[in-house]
């Protein structure tokens, strides 16, 4: 016999696999986006312009090897007016809030709106990025899955 | 005494290893999510229901929703 100590709230934070009626919803996990450029804390901030803009991005999450979230660099940081060696370190949004890949993307969605977060890094329960979810995608999803359900009670 | 798990990795070794699961919570809460193949006996009944659904020859894995 053994005991899963730390329980479900640590598989659901780890946005693993589960059944049940919830896994049938979309959540923040489902459209956080992981293609999302990260970077490290000592490279220089031209270098990572570069890469950014040149994979179609304007936002850049910085980790560390074990892609642990340390900062973000939104569009006013890309764009800001500091020299190209500027370290990352110094112009990163350091400790950006973070979420948890199982919130659901309706919550993602409203939070993000009314706190007017462009886009949040989505972590594990120790602190590794999943992906970068982006308002725009949550609200565009959490209406999807609003109407839908709207459709379905309307046939009813 | 059951050995404690820490790990989740442990726990996905287990699972791959065909462990039972059991999730101890409420129906309700065990309907909304529980882990792949999981199956319900809350707490309160786990005297009850255990000999009849759990297989005896395989390891079981219980949990909760945290160790609070």
């Not at chain 1, 956080?32 to 304007?58: F, I, K, N």
């Not at chain 1, 890949?101 to 590794?128: C, Q, Y």
């Not at chain 2, 101890?24 to 659904?53: F, M, S």
Request: hydrophobic share 35%; glycine share 6%; aromatic share 4%.
């Amino acid at each position: 016999m053994y005991d899963y100590v730390h329980g479900k709230a640590d598989w659901l934070a780890a946005g693993l696999p589960t059944d049940g009626t919830n896994a049938q919803r979309p959540n923040a996990r489902d459209v956080a986006r992981t293609d999302v450029p990260t970077c490290r804390l000592d490279e220089q901030l031209g270098a990572v312009r570069a890469r950014v803009r040149e994979a179609g991005w304007d936002a850049c999450v910085v980790v560390n090897e074990e892609r642990v979230v340390f900062g973000l660099l939104r569009e006013r940081e890309l764009n800001a007016s500091h020299d190209d060696d500027e370290p990352i370190e110094h112009v990163m949004r350091p400790g950006p809030s973070t979420f948890r890949p199982n919130v659901a993307i309706e919550e993602m969605a409203a939070f993000m709106t009314e706190h007017d977060l462009v886009s949040s890094p989505i972590t594990s329960s120790d602190g590794r990025l999943i992906g970068l979810l982006r308002r725009d995608d949550a609200v565009r999803v959490a209406l999807e899955a609003h109407g839908h359900g709207h459709h379905e009670d309307e046939e009813r | 005494m059951p050995r404690e798990l820490l790990d989740r990795t442990e726990v996905q070794d287990l699972i791959e290893r065909g462990v039972q699961l059991v999730e101890v919570l409420g129906p309700e809460e065990y309907e909304e999510d529980h882990l792949p193949g999981a199956i319900n006996i809350p707490l309160r009944r786990i005297e009850t229901q255990a000999k009849e659904r759990l297989d005896p020859t395989r390891p079981v894995l219980v949990y909760c929703w945290d160790s609070a």
